[in-house]
């Protein structure tokens, strides 16, 4: 597909990325030369320097003629303009970034209709989504939610002497007595898709899915249950502090904000009353210890430079707070973190391009049964599919036992009229449902593809 | 500097020429009964060593591990063109028609390069083969061989914009689509057809298919080996002035074909560069037509190869119509100042490129008014666009190493026993990628008369030329080549 970025800083930057390596066809837009050149000498991609709000530039690179528009850059209103004029040139979807809180009220909608802003993203609120997931549940490392909210997949680590050390899979539905399914499997570097015959043992990361009463009973009998967090500190007030924080309070939770920036410190207090904002370093232990890290049930580091986000989430670890989560942007950093003993990492730039990844995906298959969306999961080693199955798909009215899946593919679950279905070996795939399934084979684009050649 | 992929990228180079070689090797074939066989051998033998060298550094010594930056890019392109022309040469040596290897070498650099500049006396005495390959190695090396590379083989990373940006002449190399392999496909597919175009018309004028083939890979490449002792002298009219209009047509920026070819006329035809160009030629061809009337005194005879020669020179092909070494002083001042200029940037043109000048011209301009009016601010601009100060840096780089290149390559070629005007023409027509010069090396002359030595030193100025200097010199900085 063609596909244009505008606007190319850390996010920009991580969309193309992810979207070369899908095969598109990319051009870029930036102001700055030298991340043009940069990033054409990086990745095969055509790069023109210019204002991405000016009609010259946007028909320069042939907006007219574009699957995707993308405005990415710093100003919302530079982002809206943008895709506007490319909408207008004929460019078939437009994708803007727009975080300013004010423009993501009610006048969002507004904006999105007259625009025709095909989807506005807003990585900080993706990202304090994200957040307010994993800390509404804190046993879990990461809570990814399929089709529409209806299905989530949990991701669990197994403590070294946890009872599911040495336990078979076909094993686990009478021994715990949940309904669960056991969907991927990470060990070190490795991951697998497993099957009845599967041994699990301590220290694995595990993603579960299960109806949420069968989720609790499953992480009751196994010990693995943690209450929801009462207590959270946040370090950095930035926008995706701000979104979580309302989010936390929402829920009836302490949330503390540290930052050392007055003035930032200030409109915050101003804007979230409830909440408790602290104005001071938060690399220094002495504060920390002061606002009480050891009695916090959570740690959310967010400032803006990784390394300080890794340090301080070490220091709050060694103060036994029960959940810490840490904001890494870089790719390279973020598995020698997770060495070091930080499981819990979320990249903000990460889930934007996988928001767009997404998207493309599903309008580049709007034939058969097309991918409605796709996760990438367990740091992007296993992809899990939505597709929307039509009457002419392959695999209708058969026992799932009796079709010949792919290796390493396991179909978790089956929306049919709003319900979810934990398939067994005789549930059968029928037209109209919606088949969430779960892959490390790479690139799969309709359902037709899940069936051994 | 990542050896492995150096040499893996090589080694393809040299599969691929291998393949490039069946080409003559089946005119040798069809011309075995006039030629006999010992050209068909040469080519077998040649193709079979090619082959050997390039999978052993392809797959023994070379591993692609894509990890393809810069410095990579420019040894890349320079070995490559070093170990082609090397095994490039094999056929002429085996077959015993070019016993010398250094002759040889000269000979296919020269080709590679699209230079044109020939060590032999005497052409006609050439097997069809060997003739072939001679003025194929221009069709190929005129695009790039590497450029060639990058639209056949499939390819994983997006770093081979370095390679691109080696081998492509000119200041500013873009791409035309987002891929790269597209970007290259297009270039070749323009290049095919302009190229069958120019075949067709010369078989309408009567020219054999053998020798409206040659000709049109020596027009398209910018090369101009002839294939004759009087190069194109013994062709009609109508055919000169197909050559002519080809050679010109060759030495226009191709972005500028893909522009036509999206239907976008308006930013074709605007281009800064295409008008600078064809103003050269106009009022150069036009100046030597009166120069040279007196001494033809048929008004056509004078124009046709007054623009003929002009075109020939401008786009540093090296045709002649006829020997303009006799040509009065100014005439051939002219066409001594036309080898500096060369063609327009992404063409298969040697020379400096027009695109240069008008940078220098405009920031000498620029220069001067910041003198005048100390405050004022001003840009350089081309093609409407703000030429950016790291461009016009590597302009004015570039004009700099060039002279110093070519005083050097001068002074160490003044060591030969020939006048002023050869040794400088020599130099002047193997650096700029031309091909004749003047006296004793002028159209009807040869190259022969230099010693080994200094038909090493041509070669080597020769590549300098093609390569834009910097991917040959960089290879002599010890820095480049320590390990990572």
């Not at chain 1, 007259?114 to 609120?125: A, D, F, G, K, T």
């Not at chain 2, 590679?112 to 069809?128: C, N, Q, R, Y």
């Not at chain 2, 303009?324 to 002083?329: E, K, R, S, V």
Request: glycine share 8%; proline share 3%; aromatic share 10%.
């Amino acid at each position: 597909m063609k596909i244009i970025v505008a606007g190319c800083g850390k996010i920009g930057r991580a969309i193309v990325k992810s979207l070369v390596a899908e095969g598109h066809d990319i051009l870029i837009i930036d102001t700055k030369p030298e991340i043009v050149e940069e990033l054409t000498n990086i990745y095969d991609v055509m790069g023109i320097c210019g204002n991405c709000a000016d009609s010259d530039i946007v028909s320069e690179a042939n907006a007219g003629e574009a699957d995707i528009y993308l405005a990415v850059a710093d100003s919302d209103e530079l982002n809206m303009l943008s895709c506007f004029i490319a909408k207008r040139m004929g460019a078939k979807d437009t994708i803007a970034r727009i975080r300013a809180p004010e423009y993501n009220d009610n006048s969002l909608v507004f904006m999105k209709d007259n625009l025709e802003i095909s989807m506005p993203i807003n990585p900080e609120r993706l990202a304090a989504q994200e957040l307010f997931n994993i800390l509404k549940f804190p046993s879990a490392l990461k809570v990814e939610t399929f089709s529409r909210r209806t299905m989530e997949m949990t991701e669990v680590r197994l403590q070294e002497d946890s009872v599911l050390d040495g336990v078979k899979l076909l094993d686990i539905r009478q021994k715990f007595k949940a309904q669960v399914l056991i969907c991927c499997v990470q060990r070190g570097e490795d991951v697998f898709i497993p099957d009845g015959n599967f041994v699990l043992r301590g220290g694995d990361r595990i993603g579960v899915t299960a109806s949420n009463a069968e989720l609790v009973k499953f992480f009751k009998n196994t010990g693995l249950l943690q209450r929801p967090v009462k207590n959270v500190i946040i370090l950095g007030g930035s926008r995706t502090a701000y979104y979580l924080a309302e989010m936390l309070i929402d829920i009836g939770a302490d949330v503390k904000i540290i930052d050392k920036d007055e003035n930032i410190c200030e409109s915050l207090s101003d804007s979230l009353p409830q909440a408790v904002v602290i104005h001071g370093d938060g690399s220094e232990q002495e504060l920390l210890l002061e606002e009480g890290i050891s009695t916090a049930d959570a740690f959310v580091s967010l400032t803006g430079s990784d390394e300080t986000n890794i340090l301080v989430s070490m220091f709050a670890m060694m103060n036994n707070v029960k959940k810490v989560i840490a904001k890494v942007n870089r790719d390279e950093i973020a598995p020698m973190a997770e060495r070091l003993g930080l499981d819990c990492i979320i990249s903000p730039r990460k889930i934007v391009s996988d928001v767009v990844l997404r998207y493309a995906r599903s309008l580049e298959n709007s034939m058969g049964s097309n991918v409605e969306t796709l996760y990438k999961l367990m740091d992007d080693k296993v992809e899990a599919l939505e597709f929307n199955v039509r009457a002419d798909a392959k695999c209708l009215n058969t026992p799932l036992k009796d079709l010949k899946l792919l290796k390493n593919l396991l179909i978790i679950g089956i929306v049919r009229e709003g319900a979810v279905i934990t398939p067994s070996g005789m549930t059968e795939i029928h037209a109209g449902d919606r088949v969430v399934l779960i892959t490390t084979n790479k690139g799969l684009g309709d359902l037709s593809d899940i069936l051994a050649k | 500097m990542n050896y492995r992929i150096v040499l893996h990228t090589v080694g393809r180079i040299l599969q691929i020429e291998a393949l490039l070689m069946l080409l003559p090797l089946a005119v040798s074939v069809i011309y075995a009964g006039q030629d006999g066989t010992a050209a068909i051998w040469a080519f077998l033998i040649a193709i079979g060593i090619s082959l050997a060298l390039g999978f052993f550094l392809t797959y023994v010594l070379g591993k692609n591990n894509n990890l393809l930056f810069a410095r990579e890019g420019f040894a890349i392109v320079a070995l490559a063109w070093i170990l082609m022309s090397v095994v490039g040469a094999l056929p002429f040596v085996i077959s015993g028609e070019i016993p010398s290897f250094i002759d040889a070498f000269f000979e296919t650099v020269s080709g590679f390069t699209t230079t044109g500049a020939s060590i032999l006396t005497d052409v006609e005495a050439m097997s069809h083969g060997m003739l072939f390959w001679r003025s194929f190695t221009h069709w190929v090396g005129g695009m790039g061989v590497l450029v060639f590379v990058m639209a056949i083989l499939p390819q994983d990373t997006g770093r081979n914009i370095h390679i691109m940006r080696a081998e492509m002449p000119g200041p500013i190399v873009g791409k035309l689509v987002p891929r790269l392999k597209d970007t290259a496909r297009i270039l070749y597919v323009i290049y095919i057809v302009l190229t069958a175009v120019e075949v067709v018309l010369l078989l309408l004028g009567g020219m054999s298919l053998f020798d409206s083939l040659l000709h049109s890979f020596g027009t398209a490449g910018t090369g101009g080996f002839g294939i004759k002792a009087d190069s194109l002298g013994g062709y009609n009219a109508y055919l000169q002035w197909v050559i002519t209009i080809f050679m010109l047509v060759f030495g226009v920026n191709f972005n500028l074909y893909y522009l036509i070819l999206i239907k976008q006329f308006k930013t074709a035809i605007k281009s800064t560069e295409l008008w600078v160009y064809g103003a050269i030629v106009f009022v150069s061809g036009v100046l030597i037509s009166f120069n040279i009337y007196p001494m033809l005194g048929d008004v056509g005879d004078s124009v046709r190869h007054a623009f003929f020669q002009v075109a020939s020179i401008i786009t540093t092909t090296g045709y002649s119509s006829v020997d303009f070494n006799l040509w009065p002083g100014f005439s051939k001042a002219i066409l001594v100042v036309l080898m500096f200029v060369g063609g327009c940037a992404g063409s298969t043109a040697g020379g400096i490129k027009v695109s240069r000048f008008i940078i220098a011209i405009k920031t000498v301009f620029k220069d001067i008014k910041k003198m005048l009016h100390p405050r004022s601010v001003a840009g350089v601009k081309l093609e409407g666009k703000k030429v950016d100060d790291k461009t016009i840096n590597s302009v004015s780089t570039y004009f700099a190493f060039y002279f110093i290149i070519f005083l050097i390559i001068f002074l160490l070629l003044s060591l030969e026993p020939f006048d002023f005007e050869t040794n400088f023409t020599a130099v002047s027509a193997c650096f700029n990628n031309i091909g004749p010069g003047l006296s004793a090396v002028g159209p009807m002359g040869s190259f022969s008369i230099y010693s080994d030595a200094a038909t090493l030193l041509l070669s080597f100025a020769m590549l300098l030329g093609r390569l834009e200097i910097f991917p040959l010199l960089l290879i002599f900085t010890p820095s480049m080549w320590k390990k990572k």
